[in-house]
Antibody, heavy 118, light 107 residues
Framework: QVQLVESGGGVVPPGRSLRLSCRASGIIFKTYVMHWVRQAPGKGLEWVAS????????DYADSVKGRFTVSRDNSKNILYLQLNGLRADDTAVYYC???????????WGQGTPVTVSS | DIQMTQSPSSLSASLGDRVTITCRASQSIATYLNWYQQKPGTAPKLLIS???TLQSGVPSRFSGSGSETDFTLTISTLQPEDFATYYCQQSYRTPPTFGGGTKVEIK
């Protein structure tokens, strides 16, 4: 069955960096567009970034553009999100998600929490 | 960016009730509209994609309809496991955007 497992979250002070990982299994990873979506405490869902099958094209939310970088290693079935210049409003649970038909997000990881606090 | 407006933001309903949640897009999105269910402490789950296509394993009491700018999620007979927060999301144009959510609570 499809499994997406995130890791790498934690508590960091403002301005620091973090790298999140999402390991995929049960799918032909290299054939799917992948996304990161986040959810601040008690808030709704916010799309963060997406990356094409081959990893050569990426899009970002305006709120993270220039600070976050999405990448993938198709040989290892791993999706990454590099978070630089972290701010308090980046505090959230970060989910990786697989894109399906109609570009909906048909599989999600369990999420990894990121807390930005001094 | 395309804005997605859900209503109501919350509702109270009883077991067996018919529940309807609406979602409006700020511009036409054809049928690139998806619905998710999220329970506390868990990841969202895709219920419906393409406005009306039920995902495998999702009970048939869930249905979706609409096109262009106006969409509806209906739960025909509310069950205990349906108490959750529901989100719509447009996938017509990047960035994909979500509605604010509708929390379905027990009356």
């Amino acid at each position: 069955q499809v499994q997406l497992v995130e890791s790498g979250g934690g508590v960091v002070p403002p301005g620091r960096s973090l790298r999140l990982s999402c390991r995929a299994s049960g799918i032909i990873f290299k054939t799917y567009v992948m996304h990161w979506v986040r959810q601040a405490p008690g808030k709704g869902l916010e799309w963060v970034a997406s990356i094409s099958y081959g990893g050569d094209d990426a899009d970002y939310a305006d709120s993270v553009k220039g600070r976050f970088t999405v990448s993938r290693d198709n040989s290892k079935n791993i999706l990454y999100l590099q978070l630089n210049g972290l701010r308090a409003d980046d505090t959230a649970v970060y989910y990786c998600a697989k894109e399906g038909v109609f570009r909906g997000f048909d599989y999600w990881g369990q999420g990894t929490p990121v807390t930005v606090s001094s | 960016d395309i804005q997605m407006t859900q209503s109501p933001s919350s509702l109270s309903a009883s077991l067996g009730d018919r529940v309807t949640i609406t979602c409006r897009a700020s511009q036409s999105i054809a049928t690139y509209l998806n619905w998710y269910q999220q329970k506390p402490g868990t990841a969202p789950k895709l219920l419906i994609s393409g406005a009306s296509t039920l995902q495998s394993g999702v009970p048939s009491r869930f249905s979706g309809s609409g096109s262009e700018t106006d969409f509806t999620l209906t739960i025909s007979t509310l069950q205990p496991e349906d108490f959750a927060t529901y989100y719509c999301q447009q996938s017509y144009r990047t960035p994909p955007t979500f509605g604010g959510g509708t929390k379905v609570e027990i009356k």
